[in-house]
């Protein structure tokens, strides 16, 4: 196997307690003129409002954008576009969670580019650079601030849609971890597992045969080393972090971690991509209503025990990564461990066993199936190969529960 690596990165990140403090400094070397893009409730926060002064300070006119909501519907979009080009703005900031920071990603993309969101879904359809991107994330959770991804809610669409382009990675991450301290536990446990199925998809992802073409035709080219690094970089530090955090937000050791876990996340999979588990929440959240990460923390024991057999070393290099005590064990047995300690920790923060108990009904099934198939980008992944009678094979046991007769399958399947 040869040695391959692909990193697209931000030009500046910077990690670390009080280092939103930075962010003055970076902004004055990109233009005069800010949309800052956040939320309702943040832009009341004292924090918020720090920032923002230190923006003037530097010299630097501001328009507050604070009408981004939960899973970024596309006349929100339209309403930050308004705002940026009335204003004249000449760079993006976006200051919250994983819709603001997307949020922030289309309004720069627009202003530069013009057209309505729809013209840029899928991968590479961005023709140049956009507006100077600073992104400044307040949860441990989607790794936004690093990718070339923003995920919308297209009211003539049935699930959300993406738009993926290595132009979308901002030009400054800034990742303070004090910003997430005031996180409740349940966004704490939905962000966090959110960031650990990131990490685990990315080190399991298909590994494709190498070409020169390779990273000019996929966005997310898939496994290699350098994502992998990141990746159980990843799992290392949210497996360690995610229960005591959800346990105790006051616990800055812990928060410090998550939030650094999170970011490594993103970096992984922001060039190797995401699989199965995010192809099946986007119909399942769109049905549900339900957050992001809780669908695709349900799915990822599942598909997990679906891909095993193309992934078991991988499995084992995840637990070990966890801390688990495998010594000693099969490759198959290291496997077992890992997807069990993931389940455990999953059920641990309060995340929803099956996709019936974040509301999908039995009917639906099929209609999950036939959506979660339409994600390519997510499909093409997959290092199991995916098909519609495999994928409603998945989605059946993730309705019904039974990981168990996933696993025996696939042992029936290794045995054969």
Do not use: W
């Not at 350098?226 to 050791?253: F, M, P, T, V, W």
């Not at 929440?281 to 679906?306: N, S």
């Amino acid at each position: 196997m040869s040695l391959f690596g692909t990193l697209r990165n931000t030009r500046n990140l910077v990690f670390g307690p009080g280092q939103r403090a930075a962010m003055p400094g970076y902004a004055a070397q990109l233009g005069r003129k800010a949309l800052v893009v956040t939320d309702e409730r943040l832009s009341a926060e004292a924090d918020f409002r720090t920032l923002v002064d230190g923006l003037k300070k530097a010299g630097i006119e501001t328009k507050v954008f604070d009408q981004t909501i939960a899973e970024l519907p596309l006349d929100c979009i339209n309403r930050a576009l308004e705002a940026g080009s009335s204003f004249g703005a000449d760079m993006v900031i976006g200051i919250g969670g994983g819709s603001c920071l997307d949020a922030a990603k289309v309004a720069a993309l627009l202003l530069t580019h013009g057209g309505r969101a729809s013209d840029y879904y899928g991968e590479f359809k961005v023709p140049g650079p956009v507006l100077p991107l600073i992104l400044l994330p307040t949860t441990a959770g989607t790794g936004s601030e690093v990718t070339p991804v923003a995920v919308i809610t297209d009211p003539d669409r049935a699930v959300k849609v993406g738009i993926a382009s290595p132009h979308l990675i901002c030009h400054t991450a800034i990742c303070d971890p004090e910003l997430t301290y005031s996180c409740p536990p349940g966004l704490t446990a939905v962000s966090g597992a959110d960031a650990l199925t990131h990490a685990i998809e990315a080190f399991t992802t298909i590994r494709r045969e190498l070409s020169a073409d390779l990273v000019h035709q996929h966005v997310f080219l898939g496994k290699n080393a350098l994502s992998d690094h990141y990746a159980l970089l990843a799992i290392s530090n949210i497996s360690a972090s995610l229960k005591r955090s959800y346990d105790n937000g006051q616990d800055l050791e812990a928060r410090q971690q998550l939030m650094f876990g999170a970011t490594a996340a993103g970096l992984a999979f922001g060039v190797a991509g995401t699989a199965a588990a995010h192809a099946v929440q986007y119909p399942v959240g769109a049905m549900t209503h339900t957050a992001h990460g809780a669908g695709v923390a349900v799915m990822m024991p599942y598909v997990m025990e679906f891909n095993r057999n193309y992934c078991e070393q991988e499995l084992a290099e995840i637990g070990q990564a966890m801390g688990l005590d495998l010594k000693g064990d099969s490759l198959e047995q290291q496997a077992d461990a890992t997807i069990d300690a993931v389940a455990r920790l999953f059920a641990d923060i309060g995340i929803p066993r099956t996709i019936a108990d974040l509301g999908v009904a039995k009917d639906q099934l099929s209609q999950v199936a036939e959506q979660a198939m339409g994600s390519v980008r997510l499909i093409k992944n997959n290092p199991r190969p995916l098909d519609p009678a495999s994928m409603a094979v998945l989605v059946e046991a993730s309705f019904h529960g039974n990981r168990d007769a996933l696993r025996a399958d696939s042992r029936l399947r290794k045995a054969s």
